[in-house]
């Protein structure tokens, strides 16, 4: 079976089934794990002597980032606020220049062919998360009851389940630092992912080639899938709007030389069926190419990799943002009630209310407007 995305998500799913079933009849917790039909869960004292040693070698600099992450937070709460309410207005007078505002569900707003890059990326995403909010825990003295590994159906992670009632007995300071570093990780690491791949791979290395048409002239002269174009008849193709420019004044019978990866092929080209005047290749799926800086891999593995990468740096990004919205429960509810908590001494909870609310409704009304515009047709 060909492990296209769909395969992959039917497969893990169907191994998912098969670990459920055994923890019915096998003494799982007796190794600390714990599993539901949700999720599993492994709890080891590993990670939590990790998280405290770790904050212990440096705590200068934990203190440092962690006061640094509180002054993000709240740049971040505005951010997200301001994103949300700007879209809504061009939603509803520049519907033109809105941005669709989804939930990544695979299959649904997201297209199966991301499922892998996309799990990826959610599993370091909140295993940084997890992690960072665990050091600072043991930083700020607030004891963290349980930490370890958590596997989902369709995801995995880290998680920390800080004491309730040491982060009560927390200062307003040592609880901003807390709920703070979860979103400052995912920035950090977020921008570090964007500066490596701008480093790492090379702009306009050519056009790859995804599909070929069987027994087409292409197909026939030997270029095949993975294939990477980056010249015909002599002009260099850095992206597709080259070739596309280059094939447009191509006519049936004319000869092509394809510089690729694999060899230069030569070839006549075939004629449209959509257009008798105009000449083929007969190549399909065509993307930009990044080539990884001196070549070092292969295309397929390139491929993969820079798609890996742009995931990893579009969730963190946005994970980071939206974390810190204030809506319950949210890192950005827990920061903005804790800073409630000390100044409003009368209907807290009131506030506290009103605050998630309005977040809802932005949240909600970019959504259903995304619908009513975009519909569900996954990117």
């Known amino acids: 079976m060909v492990l296209e995305p769909l395969n992959v998500l039917v497969i893990m799913l169907g191994g998912w089934s098969v670990i459920y079933l055994l923890s019915r009849v096998l003494p799982f917790e007796k190794f600390g794990v714990e599993v539901s039909p949700l999720y599993l869960m492994y709890k080891t004292e590993r990670l939590n002597n990790f998280l405290v040693k770790t904050a212990a070698k440096r705590p200068r600099l934990w203190k440092v980032a962690a006061n640094v992450g509180v002054a993000v937070a709240v740049g971040e709460i505005l951010l997200a606020i301001y994103l949300l309410g700007s879209n809504l207005f061009n939603f509803l007078y520049v ?218 740096h579009l969730l963190m990004i946005n994970l980071a943002i939206f974390n810190m919205l204030p809506l319950y429960p949210l890192d950005g509810e827990a920061f903005v009630h804790a800073l409630l908590k000390k100044r409003v001494k009368k209907n807290l909870k009131a506030v506290r209310v009103v605050v998630s609310g309005v977040s809802l409704s932005l949240l909600a009304l970019n959504m259903a407007l995304s619908f009513l515009r975009y519909g569900l047709t996954p990117i």
């Open 95 to 312: 519907p033109e220049q809105a941005q669709a505002v989804f939930p990544l569900l695979p299959g649904i707003t997201v297209g199966f062919q991301w499922f892998p890059y996309l799990l990826i990326a959610i599993g370091f995403a909140i295993t940084i998360h997890e992690l960072a909010h665990g050091v600072v825990a043991s930083l700020e003295g607030i004891s963290v009851t349980s930490a370890g590994i958590i596997l989902a159906p369709i995801t995995f992670g880290g998680f920390v389940e800080p004491d309730e009632e040491a982060f009560e007995k927390a200062g307003l300071m040592e609880k901003l630092r807390f709920v703070s570093a979860g979103s400052l990780s995912n920035l950090v690491v977020g921008l570090l992912v964007t500066l490596i791949a701008s480093s790492l791979f090379v702009p306009g290395s050519g056009v790859l080639v995804m599909a070929v048409e069987e027994n087409g002239p292409a197909y026939l002269a030997g270029v095949r899938g993975w294939d990477v174009i980056y010249g015909i008849n002599g002009m260099p193709i850095e992206y597709l709007v080259d070739l596309s420019a280059v094939m447009a004044g191509v006519k049936p019978n004319d000869l092509l030389v394809v510089e690729t990866t694999s060899g230069i092929r030569e070839f006549l080209a075939g004629t449209s069926t959509t257009n008798a005047s105009q000449g083929f290749m007969g190549v399909y799926n065509l993307i930009d190419y990044f080539a990884v800086r001196g070549g070092a891999l292969p295309p397929q593995a390139t491929y993969h990799l820079n798609l890996t990468f742009f995931w990893l």
